[in-house]
């Protein structure tokens, strides 16, 4: 699964280089990337739903590692979505909208604190809590997010696929801002 799963992953990235060059319509790109990064999670979600591991460390090194490299992407085309929407045309409300924008990591980071230091610093003492599928899963995640399968998720895989996100979104902003 992991070399298939980091395969697909080379691939998505050559074909969302590509999208970006398409046309000149920004939005119109940043919608085709979100699509095609959709595409891409299905396809190994599929895979997976099908897949036993053939260990603990296997599967957790799949959600810890490779699955929020697919759905990180996810989660950043819809955050530049949202950015090119909802961004205020009045110039006097963009810095404030801004400065939002700006603070969602640090938000994130002070909400998660623990977890976050956790993976930053590269413990693995609570891995198998963290990262296999017999733990327990906070809610049906697929109610909000449409592309995620119950089935395909653990308790904490989205907390990396989140910190992953708001870094590239922060990297965005601070280099077109």
Same mark, same amino acid.
């Given at each position: ?40 999670? !299905? ?10 591991? /053939? $260990? +603990? #460390? @296997? ?9 929020p ?28 909208? !801004? ?10 980071? /002070? $909400? +998660? #604190? @623990? ?24 809610g049906?995640?697929?109610n ?23 870094? +590239? ?9």
């Amino acid at each position: 699964m992991e070399s298939y799963s980091k395969a697909l992953f080379s691939l998505m990235q050559v074909e969302l280089e590509e999208v970006m060059k398409r046309t000149s319509d920004y939005p119109f790109r940043v919608e085709c990337c979100y699509q095609t990064a959709v595409r891409y999670w !299905l396809d190994v979600q599929t895979k997976l739903a099908a897949k036993e591991f /053939e $260990s +603990n #460390k @296997e599967e957790i090194y799949f959600f810890r590692n490779i699955k929020p490299l697919f759905v990180s992407q996810i989660e950043y085309y819809d955050l530049l979505y949202y950015l090119e929407v909802f961004k205020p045309n009045n110039g006097d409300l963009f810095p404030a909208f !801004l400065q939002r924008e700006n603070s969602r990591l640090s938000r994130f980071i /002070e $909400s +998660n #604190k @623990e977890f976050y230091e956790y993976y930053k610093t590269g413990q693995t003492d609570k891995d198998e809590n963290y990262f296999l599928r017999n733990r327990n899963v906070p809610g049906d995640i697929s109610n909000y997010k449409p592309y995620l399968d119950p089935a395909a998720c653990t308790s904490h895989d989205h907390l990396i696929s989140t910190i992953i996100t708001l870094e +590239n979104y922060q990297h965005f902003l601070d280099t077109n801002f």
